[in-house]
């Protein structure tokens, strides 16, 4: 599976970005799909996911309240708003399918098919 992601950029803090992951002629839906971000000298950092077995959603503390998850099977694409962005949002964002369809979590083992990294900056 060949993921497409976009919707990187230099954005100030407070703003708002919008993401997305697709993957074209990829039956999509029923995936577990992860979103991660990695900071400069940072792990990579599970931030919200789908499971592919029931839809529920999960989000890290750290985006809880500010990042949604959205999906559009018709379209094979998922999507990442990212609102009242602050300066510790910044890294480079990726998606990826998880290897199993039963529940998503924030360990990147569990993912496979990863999109190319996207950078964020949140800067004034």
């Known amino acids: 599976v060949q993921l497409q992601a976009s919707g990187g950029g230099l954005v100030q803090p407070g703003g708002s970005l919008r993401f997305s992951c697709a993957a074209p002629g990829y039956p999509f839906g029923r995936d577990t799909i992860g979103w991660f971000r990695q900071a400069p000298g940072k792990e990579r950092e599970g931030i919200s996911c789908?499971?592919?077995?029931?839809?529920?959603?999960q989000y890290a503390d750290s985006v809880k309240g500010r990042f949604t998850f959205s999906k559009d099977n018709a379209m094979n694409t998922v999507f990442l708003q990212m609102n009242s962005l602050v300066v510790d949002d910044t890294a480079v964002y990726y998606c990826a399918t998880g290897k199993t369809r039963f529940g998503c979590s924030f360990v990147p083992s569990d993912y496979e098919n990863w999109g190319r990294g996207t950078q964020v900056t949140v800067s004034s």
């Open positions: 789908i499971s592919g077995i029931n839809g529920r959603k």
